[in-house]
T-cell receptor, first 113, second 114 residues
Framework: GDSVTQMEGPVTLSEEAFLTINCTYT??????LFWYVQYPGEGLQLLLKATKADDKGSNKGFEATYRKETTSFHLEKGSVQVSDSAVYFC????????????FGKGTKLSVKP | DVKVTQSSRYLVKRTGEKVFLECVQDMDHENMFWYRQDPGLGLRLIYFSYDVKMKEKGDIPEGYSVSREKKERFSLILESASTNQTSMYLCASREQGATRNGYTFGSGTRLTVV
C-alpha cells in the first residue's frame, strides 16, 4: 500500500546550519506531496506542497522538490533559526476526491542558539 | 482562513468514562477527519466523514465512534475510555474535491485517561 518514510529524529542543529529532512514515498500513480509543521503545543500547519513531478514547494525559507525518479520529497532550509524548532511531517495524498492523507512518523527538529 | 476549533486543549478522564471530543469548522467543508498522534507512531486516522450523517472507518477505529449531525461539527466518542487511549487527538477538515490543498488542522486535544 501507499506509505511515507521519513528520517527519524530527533535532529539537533545550531542556528544558521543547513537542514535536510529526508522523505521518500511509495505510491501508485502520482500523489500530491506535503510537508506539515507542528510547533510545540499546537496542531499541524501546512508548510509547503507539490502536486506533480519536478514541482518545487517553498515557504518561510523551506523548500522541497517532488522527485518522481527517486520517489522523494526532501525538506531543506539553508539557515535554520531557533524558531524553526518543531516536528515536521511528510505526507502524501492519494485516492482522488475521496482520498486521504498518509503521514510519515514525524521528525523532531531542535535548533540551538 | 479556515478555522478548525477543538473544544478542549487538555482533558483528564477516568477509565470507563464516556468521552466526547468536539470539533467545529467554520468554512462549510464537507470532509472532516479525526487522527490520534503518538510518539514514534506519527498520525493515525481513526474516522473520517465525507458529509453530514456519513462516516468511514480509518486505520484504527476500534474503541471509537463518531457523530456528524451537522456539517460544521464532527464529534469523536470514546464509549468506555481506557488508558491506552491516552493520546493527542487532532481534528482536520478539507473542502470536498480540493485534494491539492491538504487539510486544515485544529490545535489538538491532549487526553489523559487515568
Amino acid at each position: 500500500g501507499d506509505s511515507v518514510t521519513q528520517m527519524e529524529g530527533p535532529v539537533t542543529l545550531s542556528e544558521e546550519a543547513f537542514l535536510t529532512i529526508n522523505c521518500t514515498y511509495t505510491a501508485t500513480g502520482y500523489p500530491s506531496l506535503f510537508w506539515y509543521v507542528q510547533y510545540p503545543g499546537e496542531g499541524l500547519q501546512l508548510l509547503l506542497k507539490a502536486t506533480k513531478a519536478d514541482d518545487k514547494g517553498s515557504n518561510k525559507g523551506f523548500e522541497a522538490t517532488y522527485r518522481k525518479e527517486t520517489t522523494s520529497f526532501h525538506l531543506e532550509k539553508g539557515s535554520v533559526q531557533v524558531s524553526d524548532s518543531a516536528v515536521y511531517f511528510c505526507a502524501l495524498y492519494y485516492g482522488g476526491s475521496q482520498g486521504n492523507l498518509i503521514f510519515g512518523k514525524g521528525t523532531k527538529l531542535s535548533v540551538k542558539p | 482562513d479556515v478555522k478548525v476549533t477543538q473544544s478542549s486543549r487538555y482533558l483528564v478522564k477516568r477509565t470507563g468514562e464516556k468521552v466526547f471530543l468536539e470539533c467545529v469548522q467554520d468554512m462549510d467543508h464537507e470532509n472532516m477527519f479525526w487522527y490520534r498522534q503518538d510518539p514514534g507512531l506519527g498520525l493515525r486516522l481513526i474516522y473520517f466523514s465525507y458529509d453530514v450523517k456519513m462516516k468511514e472507518k480509518g486505520d484504527i477505529p476500534e474503541g471509537y465512534s463518531v457523530s456528524r449531525e451537522k456539517k460544521e461539527r464532527f464529534s469523536l466518542i470514546l464509549e468506555s475510555a481506557s488508558t491506552n487511549q491516552t493520546s493527542m487527538y487532532l481534528c482536520a477538515s478539507r473542502e470536498q474535491g480540493a485534494t491539492r490543498n491538504g487539510y486544515t488542522f485544529g490545535s489538538g486535544t491532549r487526553l489523559t485517561v487515568v
